[in-house]
């Protein structure tokens, strides 16, 4: 990675592993570097750079998918400074019909069949989301999925601090306003959170008053300006604080 002006960026590197939440603002998405969205805010007051590896509708399971297979965060990791998984918000979702079909839709073919299906999708995913049941991801399984994440980092970089988050909240009519599933996650990831001393932000904390306001994105799930601001206050002190049993903590600016 070079600088602007051509030489070597030797500054510490952010890595994000994320869902859209980290990237999509008031009216849609966003480039990977926006100056307004949270993994930049975070990587600015840190003096750091950011590499975020992000794409709408991650779960815990991608993120796993993401440390094994993008290359990169196998370029990333070496220079990191600190990891955050800011997945499992989706996890938690409603999800009544397969997650492996709404990710199959796309190949579809021929494309008037596609529209259709797609069709059917998107008018059976809200009305049946209102079951609360089941979730795109158990819990469970989201927790064995990040631990992985979490063990394959330390077995390499035993040093390198690792952060979590808790689920943000929603009010999208796509998931019929229903997020029973959040509660169950919670427990779960503040449970692996005290077992492995993972750092957890809590983006409901940070995000309800914007999420249930006007300034929110009017897809009910992402989030505006204000949120964006709030997570990278979080953010920060948790990157700030964070420790790991074989290293200090971190000593920034």
């Known amino acids: 990675m070079t600088s602007s002006d051509g030489s070597a960026d030797t500054r510490p590197v952010l890595?994000?592993?994320?869902?859209?939440?980290?990237?999509?603002?008031?009216?849609g998405g966003l480039p990977a570097d926006h100056p307004r969205?949270?993994?930049?805010?975070?990587?600015?007051?840190?003096?750091w750079r950011v590499e975020l590896v992000?794409?709408?509708?991650?779960?815990?399971?991608?993120?796993w998918w993401a440390v094994t297979q993008d290359p990169r965060v196998w370029a990333a990791v070496p220079r990191a400074a600190a990891v955050v998984f800011a997945?499992?918000?989706?996890?938690?979702?409603?999800?009544?019909?397969?997650?492996?079909?709404?990710?199959q839709l796309r190949y579809i073919r021929p494309p008037a069949l596609r529209r259709v299906v797609r069709t059917g999708y998107q008018w059976l995913q809200p009305r049946l989301?209102?079951?609360?049941?089941?979730?795109?991801?158990?819990p469970k399984l989201s927790v064995e999925y990040l631990e992985s994440c979490r063990d394959a980092l330390a077995a390499i970089r035993p040093d390198l601090p690792v952060i979590?988050?808790?689920p943000s909240v929603h009010r999208c009519d796509a998931y019929g306003r229903v997020h029973t599933g959040r509660a169950p996650a919670v427990r779960a990831l503040a449970a692996w959170s005290a077992a492995k001393g993972v750092p957890m932000v809590d983006l409901a904390e940070a995000v309800r008053a914007n999420v249930f306001s006007d300034d929110a994105n009017p897809d009910g799930i992402h989030w505006g300006w204000q949120?964006?601001?709030?997570?990278?206050?979080?953010?920060?002190?948790?990157?700030?604080?964070?420790?790991?049993?074989?290293?200090p903590r971190i000593e920034i600016g």
């Open 54 to 63: 992000a794409r709408i509708g991650w779960t815990s399971r991608d993120a």
């Open 37 to 47: 969205i949270w993994p930049t805010l975070v990587a600015n007051q840190l003096g």
């Open 227 to 247: 949120a964006h601001e709030e997570v990278a206050a979080a953010m920060v002190d948790a990157v700030k604080n964070a420790r790991t049993p074989t290293s």
């Open 15 to 27: 890595l994000v592993i994320a869902d859209s939440l980290a990237y999509y603002g008031p009216k």
């Open 129 to 138: 989301s209102k079951l609360g049941r089941p979730v795109a991801l158990p």
């Open 164 to 166: 979590g988050t808790y």
């Open 87 to 103: 997945v499992g918000g989706m996890d938690s979702l409603p999800s009544p019909l397969p997650t492996a079909l709404r990710e």
